[in-house]
């Protein structure tokens, strides 16, 4: 089993950023593949971002290239997003999620994971 944790959500205004963070506990986190994925009001969730189990490999959707930053830290059992130049399109809950078996490729697809963590909400006023 692993538990996730999100964290650093709020509300900013469009054209600033936050970080996101995302405390793993449990079996070994280096041994999974992370990724980030969001859900906004009235819309499926979306694949954000993966990075792969010792940090070299990421992969990014096409709508954050660019402006998002995914990262690790295995010593300290986390995952981060880093968010730059938000616009309110970008409003959504975040999950982080984990996959034993996944690629940074293969996690576009929900189906790879296999723990997720619980979603903190990110807020863009325009």
């Known amino acids: 089993q692993v538990q996730l944790v999100e964290s650093g959500g709020g509300l900013v205004q469009a054209g600033g950023s936050l970080r996101l963070s995302c405390a793993a506990s449990?079996?070994?986190?280096?041994?999974?593949?992370m990724g980030w994925v969001r859900q906004a009001p009235g819309k499926e969730r979306e694949f954000v971002a993966a990075?792969?189990?010792?940090?070299?490999?990421?992969y990014y959707a096409d709508s954050v290239k660019g402006r998002f930053t995914i990262s690790r830290d295995n010593a300290k059992n986390t995952v981060y997003l880093q968010m730059n130049s938000l616009t309110p399109e970008d409003t959504a809950v975040y999950y982080c999620a984990a996959s034993a078996g996944g690629s940074v490729t293969t996690l576009r697809s929900q189906r790879e994971y296999d723990y997720w963590g619980q979603g903190t909400q990110v807020t863009i006023s325009s």
């Open positions: 990075i792969s189990r010792n940090g070299v490999r990421t």
């Open positions: 449990g079996r070994t986190f280096s041994l999974y593949t």
